[in-house]
């Protein structure tokens, strides 16, 4: 009877971990494909990497290793996690953590006068001046863009990924 229910108890456990690492499995494709279709306004001709990083706890575990090496619009993917913002000088993608959403007025406008692509899942991220928040509607991951942020910051939202967003702000 002991080992019935420690094999229905590791069942329940490995199907909601396979869960939440399908979750994020999600966001990084989804990670990936926006730096596809984003183009930053001052050519980054002076950078060989195109380097995305995360800011605070990293959620993705080592899905996100997949990305590393990756190539996107000519450049190889390079993965960075920054200790503290004056570290992530050298991002042009910046995914922040959950636990740093009491310093987001100042992550935004730090990212934004250095033309980085936010990306985050607090909630009201692009209402806050993010440039691109994941939703969920349910059990489906999507996206929401603020494109008024994203050209402010120097960013062009290619058309396409504009028609996928759940919400556009303008």
């Given at each position: 009877?002991?080992?019935?229910v420690?094999?229905?108890?590791?069942?329940?456990?490995?199907?909601?971990?396979?869960?939440v690492r399908?979750?994020?499995?999600?966001?990084?494709?989804?990670?990936?494909?926006?730096?596809?279709?984003?183009?930053?306004?001052?050519?980054?001709?002076?950078?060989?990497?195109l380097?995305?990083?995360v800011?605070?706890?990293?959620?993705?575990?080592?899905?996100?290793?997949?990305?590393?090496?990756?190539?996107?619009?000519?450049?190889?993917?390079?993965?960075?996690?920054p200790?503290?913002l004056?570290?992530?000088?050298?991002?042009?993608?910046?995914?922040?953590?959950?636990?740093?959403?009491r310093d987001?007025?100042?992550i935004?406008?730090?990212a934004?006068?250095?033309?980085?692509?936010t990306?985050?899942?607090?909630?009201?991220?692009?209402?806050?001046?993010?440039?691109?928040?994941?939703?969920?509607?349910?059990?489906v991951?999507?996206?929401?863009?603020?494109?008024?942020a994203?050209?402010?910051?120097?960013?062009?939202?290619?058309s396409?990924?504009l028609?996928?967003?759940?919400?556009?702000?303008?």
């Open positions: 009877m002991k080992f019935l420690a094999s229905l108890l590791c069942a329940v456990v490995g199907a909601s971990s396979a869960s399908s979750e994020y499995e999600v966001k990084a494709a989804f990670l990936y494909n926006f730096t596809r279709f984003i183009t930053w306004a001052d050519p980054l001709s002076d950078v060989p990497d380097k995305i990083c800011l605070g706890q990293d959620p993705f575990g080592d899905v996100l290793q997949q990305l590393d090496g990756r190539v996107s619009q000519g450049r190889p993917l390079a993965l960075g996690y200790e503290s004056s570290d992530s000088d050298d991002c042009q993608v910046l995914f922040v953590g959950s636990a740093r959403s987001l007025p100042a935004i406008g730090y934004h006068d250095r033309q980085m692509l990306i985050s899942e607090i909630p009201d991220f692009v209402e806050d001046g993010g440039i691109i928040g994941y939703v969920k509607e349910g059990n991951i999507r996206f929401e863009i603020n494109l008024k994203a050209q402010s910051a120097g960013l062009h939202v290619n396409r990924l028609e996928l967003a759940v919400r556009v702000i303008r």
